[in-house]
């Protein structure tokens, strides 16, 4: 019984942003859950050397070379890679940037950059995915928030603002799509090692400041994002919408 609430079997999967970091990781659980994988991204090269590598592991992949903020580009590619891969039935809305500065030091340039690649691109795209998921009276979509969804820390004010917003959008769409049983959910990943926060794991103070401020006293690895991933995709949530489960290692949970 318990096996089969979590097979994604016969399911597609996009992943935005997934040739690399976060969004990468997730499609390749989502694929050992059994799913078909759509990667996106915006690189041939990077998207090629992250499909190569699934397809190495036994997954079903398709690539995407999508600018999740062009209309035309998510009108026209998407409709046509699904006459390949199948109608999408799970999205995952993971693209995304950081930009870090002085709040006040942020030109309006900088601040529309990161709010639309980490908040309007989830719009954009799900609004295009979800016709095929009202037809189909089905369908899962998983927002990958941030801790920062949730409280800011100096320096990151476009992109806390960004993630609070997919918050909310996510329980928008709860609200919008549930009786299409189409549920949406989100992920606020807390201190993961990717390239984004490379930087800030090489700080010996910023790093040791991690660990004091996590009660786990480490960084998530990004394989521990699978597991929610893949319940949030599966049929196991579905009486779940509008939440963001928070992987964070308790720090949310904590002063
Ligand atoms: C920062 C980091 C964080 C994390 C992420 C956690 O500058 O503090 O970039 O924002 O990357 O958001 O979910």
């Known amino acids: 019984m318990s096996a089969s609430l979590f097979d994604l079997s016969g399911k597609t999967a996009l992943v935005t942003g997934s040739s690399r970091g ?14 078909a994988l759509i990667l996106n991204g915006r690189s041939e090269q990077t998207l090629r ?3 190569r590598s699934l397809c190495d592991e036994g997954l079903t992949v398709y690539s995407l070379q999508m600018d999740v903020l062009d209309e035309d580009q998510i009108q026209n590619k998407l409709p046509e890679i699904e006459k390949s891969s199948g109608p999408i039935d799970i999205l995952v809305n993971n693209a995304g940037i950081q ?20 908040l309007t691109s ?16 089905a369908g899962k979509i998983i927002n990958i928030c941030s801790l920062m969804s ?7 004010g476009p992109y806390t603002a960004s993630k609070g917003g997919l918050k909310m959008l ?68 579905d009486f779940v919408s509008g939440q963001i489960i928070y992987v964070d290692g308790g720090i949310l949970a904590s002063l």
């Open 22 to 35: 976060l969004g990468r990781e997730i499609a390749r659980g989502l694929g050992h859950a059994g799913a």
């Open 49 to 51: 050397t992250a499909e």
């Open 99 to 118: 930009q870090r500065g002085k709040l006040e030091e942020f030109d309006r340039a900088a601040w529309q950059s990161v709010l639309d690649t980490n």
């Open 122 to 137: 989830a719009f954009l795209v799900s609004r295009q995915v979800v016709k095929g998921m009202i037809a189909r009276n």
């Open 150 to 156: 949730e409280v800011g820390r100096q320096t990151t």
């Open 170 to 237: 996510t329980k928008a769409m709860a609200a919008e799509w549930g009786c299409y049983n189409i549920q949406a959910n989100g992920i606020g990943p807390g201190y993961f090692l990717t390239e984004m926060t490379q930087p800030l794991a090489d700080d010996p103070e910023f790093d040791g400041w991690v660990k004091k401020r996590t009660p786990a006293r480490r960084w998530g690895l990004p394989a521990e994002l699978i597991g929610t991933a893949v319940y949030l995709a599966s049929p196991a949530s």
